[in-house]
């Protein structure tokens, strides 16, 4: 395959439609298609003043990205921080992804180099404007130092010095190697917000462009001289081991060049993926099913709900409860939430090429330097042998998170003397992916004077902290998955909560976008709801009533009854159902308007967000990371469901696990708050907000009370009851 036939997959873009798009203003994003190595950071002839700026000669700038692009617009939100702090020409900046180093480029909110959890713009705030404000400083002591003037009489702009009183100017590029030579001012200050040149601009996104016209390099695209493609069958029980393979009928079929059995997978190595596909289906494979062979859904149900009915470690406890729990109106739910896939559009691929001494990936991970240790280990080489390509990714959703695709990856392209590209089948991707888990979530409530007097709350589920980052899993708390319950935005004297780990046999469990609010804001925005009815009260009144020591939130529950016409007459069965929630840092209340008909079936109307993420970045990113986390939400609120019978996923594509679809997607909109605050997580909060909304609006309509996703529409249909 030539790079032309690459782009050509993406030709049904090149007419009318993609002409709009590439009228608008755009920067490049520097990584042309078939690039066989990733562009190195040079910093020679640079002025290269810390890890995340370097600027030539010519002034081109060029901004070292510490998180990776999967479609949530982090490269343009990113290099607006570094650019406005730096005043930097706009014009002339360029994008990098940063190599795999934790020293340089770790998340701060992890400690390690990993894009996840929403918090790209929140933990890299502060020091991305100060790498920026110090690098302007040094530039501007550059400058002053040539004229012979004090600094404090400069100023920058677009990438110029400039000394007003004599009114002479000097770009960053005839700057760069003096500035160089500077001394690194301490504590610079940062600019001031109302100063604000870049940030709070709807600026268009950097990788937009590349995107529409087919030049974007994601992982799957790589293409190396002599590379080869590998299908991949894991074994379909979860644990099971391979047993025997007969490989006879494969290794006949035209452009198959290898079988590679692993211990709990088999490859085939083809010229091309349909070599590579047929062979495999050609191969006979005799599985090892082990132990997990008997397990289903119903046992891992029965399990975790065993595990709720013990107590939990106390993760947060506030007042009597006990006290508060026996006096008043008395309410009782338990809320549960299945295993769900992540299903990201480009398929789970990695591109290696090992040898005696070395290895090199080409891939779109979110944990960069994880996945460097992890093919250390596999290839057998020391860990400044392995080289990460950082491409874009076609969507992550958390299963980026992990590096099991690599490795897998390495240890079949060990096996030949050629880079081998390794796909997984969208089957293969979703029967053996790292699932949401399962959670279980109980809440025991009392109601004095039309108000909650009491709360308790409940998680079980399983800890993947625990297993993903140790050191955050203490006490036997984990932190992610009682995020939004220890954080509810409610004034509730009397709290208390506490957690179950509870591990699903078998299954492996990771995050999923939305993370620990998932299970939170759907239990405590769905109980909220019946606790009005109980009160007599309407929903969006009797939050408010509660939310007298939270103003953020205040705010945008008020602000969205207004524009989502809450209150105003609706056919009947079409109901309107609230949610607000802090996630995040952000504030978001959402209302979802939908109709039931009386089969049961959904038809979402229209949704309107009020969201207050303190100061938007980009606040058409914002509005598009709503519009999108809403739709995934949404998604799995009404099909998504990740069922297991004899130890096997029983889903297995788009057919059979669905998706929202363009024709079943309502209106949306979404306004965003004018903040001062510093920035919150915007890239999740939507998909916390939908699944709640949309039970509440079913209630609205129905009057049935769900406490189980996806929906069962046969609950929903005339004649029956939940």
């Known amino acids: 395959m030539n790079a032309h036939h690459s782009v050509s997959r993406r030709a049904l873009l090149t007419g009318g439609l993609a002409t709009g798009f590439l009228l608008a203003f ?10 066989p190595v990733q562009p190195k950071d040079v910093t020679d002839g640079k002025f290269a003043p810390n890890a995340f700026i370097r600027i030539d000669e010519t002034g081109r700038t060029v901004l070292m990205m510490p998180q990776v692009e999967m479609g949530q617009g982090v490269y343009t939100s990113i290099s607006m921080i570094i650019a406005e702090e730096l005043d930097a020409d706009w014009a002339k900046v360029e994008v990098l992804h940063a190599p795999p180093d934790d020293k340089l480029y770790a998340n701060p909110a992890f400690g390690l180099q990993a894009t996840g959890g ?21 530039l501007v002591q550059a400058a002053a130092a040539q004229w012979g003037v004090d600094p404090a009489s400069c ?85 099971g081991k391979v047993g025997k393979v007969d490989d006879s009928a494969a290794v006949k ?29 050609a191969l006979k494979i ?51 939430l299945p295993f769900l896939a992540h299903a990201s559009m480009e398929p789970i691929n990695a591109t290696v090429r090992v040898t005696k001494d070395s290895c090199e990936i080409w891939t779109g991970t979110q944990i960069m330097t994880r996945v460097q240790s992890e093919a250390a280990k596999a290839a057998g080489v ?45 089957e293969e991707d979703i029967q053996h992916d790292v699932y949401r888990p399962v959670y279980r979530d109980q809440i025991s409530a009392s109601l004095v004077d039309g108000k909650v007097s009491g709360w ?25 998955a009682i995020d939004a319950a220890v954080d509810a935005p409610y004034d509730f004297a009397n709290f208390h909560v506490e957690y179950v780990r509870a591990e699903p046999p078998a299954v492996p469990t990771g995050f999923w976008r939305g993370v620990g609010p998932n299970n939170n804001v759907f239990a405590v925005e769905c109980a909220m709801d019946e606790l009005a009815r109980k009160a007599g009260k309407d929903p969006v009144e009797f939050r408010k009533s509660m939310l007298t020591k939270n103003p953020r939130a205040l705010a945008v529950l008020d602000l969205v009854a207004e524009k989502s016409g809450w209150g105003q007459p609706l056919p009947p069965r079409v109901g309107r159902g609230v949610c607000v929630q ?9 209302v979802v308007e939908a109709e039931i008909d009386e089969l049961g079936e959904i038809t979402l109307r229209r949704i309107t967000s009020v969201v207050d993420t303190g100061i938007a970045v980009n606040p058409d990113t914002v509005k598009a990371q709503i519009e999108g986390g809403l739709i995934f939400g949404l998604t799995a609120a009404l099909y998504g469901e990740i069922t297991i019978e004899k130890g096997r996923v029983q889903q297995s594509n788009f057919h059979d696990y669905r998706m929202l679809r363009i024709n079943e997607t309502p209106k949306i909109e979404v306004i965003v708050v004018k903040s001062g605050e510093a920035p919150g997580g915007i890239g999740e909060a939507g998909v916390n907000a939908g699944p709640p909304a949309l039970r509440n609006a079913i209630l609205a309509a129905t009057g049935v009370t769900l406490r189980r996703l996806p929906v069962d529409r046969k609950l929903l249909a005339v004649g029956k009851k939940a």
Not at 456 to 470: E, N, Q, T
Not at 582 to 590: D, E, I, M, V
Request: hydrophobic share 45%.
């Open 155 to 239: 100023t920058a702009s677009k990438g110029e010095v400039i000394h007003a009183a004599s009114g002479r100017k000097l770009g960053y590029g005839a700057l760069a190697l003096a500035a160089q030579g500077q001394t690194p001012p301490k504590d610079v200050p940062v600019k001031d917000p109302k100063d604000f040149v870049l940030i709070g601009q709807p600026l268009k996104r950097l990788d937009t462009p590349d995107k529409v016209n087919g030049k974007a390099v994601y992982g799957i695209d790589a293409i190396l001289p002599g590379m080869k493609i590998a299908a991949i069958a894991n074994c379909p029980v979860f644990g």
């Open 382 to 426: 020391p860990l400044d042998k392995v080289i990460v390509n950082q491409h874009l990714l076609g969507g992550g959703f958390g299963r980026k998170l992990e590096p099991d695709m690599v490795v897998a990856a390495v240890k079949i392209a060990r096996q030949v003397d050629y880079p081998v590209k390794v796909i997984w089948t969208r």
């Open 286 to 336: 005799e599985w090892n099913e082990g132990a997990n062979a008997g397990i289903s859904t119903r046992d891992i149900w029965q399990n975790l709900r065993d595990a709720s009915a013990k107590d939990g470690v106390v993760a947060k406890s506030t007042g009597d409860i006990a006290k508060a729990l026996a006096s008043g109106d008395k309410f009782e739910a338990a809320y549960e």
């Open 118 to 138: 929403s918090t790209s713009i929140r933990a890299w705030w502060k020091p991305l404007r100060a790498a920026g404000a110090t690098a302007r400083a040094m």
């Open 582 to 590: 802090p996630s995040f840092a952000s504030f978001l209340a959402t």
């Open 456 to 480: 308790k709350y409940k998680v079980a589920g399983s800890a993947v902290l625990a297993r993903w980052l140790p050191p955050a899993f203490q006490k036997g708390i984990d932190i992610d």
């Open 253 to 281: 079929i035209a452009g198959v060049r290898k079988v590679v059995v692993l211990d709990d997978a088999a490859a085939v190595i083809g010229d091309h993926m349909w070599a590579a596909k047929k062979g495999l289906e």
């Open 26 to 35: 755009h920067l490049p994003l520097r990584a042309a298609v078939n690039e």
